[in-house]
């Protein structure tokens, strides 16, 4: 009784395995190759519905790269891994026309085994907007410095991420007018 249990669960599932990659879009696109060394590589191409495009490398069954394109093909994000885990950098490119600079960084950010290093947000022009830099990860402590157009401070202090996620001014605080000169202090508990 068993046995035939055991027997019609398979073939069930063997049905349903078929059918479900039978009705699979043709939005998915995989080619399997192998390195040089013997290593077995598995690239995966994903369009999304809003029109962009997700390329996955993956070696050894372990997720090396992602490529973000925007549907015009341009180049929207880079993400690099290690052990499935973040690591190295991450870029995420603003979406333009700009014949010259295709490539116009929206943000950087460097990770190392999981942990952020430090992150970078960038104006459209090219200048830094605000610059973070973990202090203590146990206490989820970030140095953050904010920046005028112009290239002058504009504020830096510390943050915090409580619980939920959302961050909170800690300790002083200095805000700085667009030529670099103080304009007050503040501290924050």
Known sequence: ?????IIAISLTLNFIFIIFF???????????????DGTPKYQERLEM???????????????????????NGGLKETRSYKNNQKHGDWITYYENNDTTNKKRKKQYSNYKIGKLGELVE??????IKKLSVPIS?????????????????????????NAEGKEYKYGI?????????????????
């Open 122 to 127: 960038y104006n459209y022009s090219g200048s």
């Open 173 to 189: 605080w200095i805000w700085y007018d667009e030529q670099g000169f103080v304009e007050r202090e503040g501290s924050f508990d």
């Open 22 to 36: 039978l009705q699979r879009s043709s939005n998915v696109t995989n080619i399997y190759s192998t390195k040089i």
């Open 49 to 71: 519905p809003n029109g962009d495009v997700v390329e996955r490398i993956l070696e050894d069954g372990v997720l090396i790269e992602e490529l973000v394109f925007f549907s």
């Open 1 to 5: 009784m068993i046995k035939y249990l």
């Open 137 to 161: 990860i146990s206490e989820n402590t970030q140095m953050i410095t904010n920046y005028y157009s112009n290239g002058q401070i504009e504020s830096a202090g510390r943050v915090r991420k």
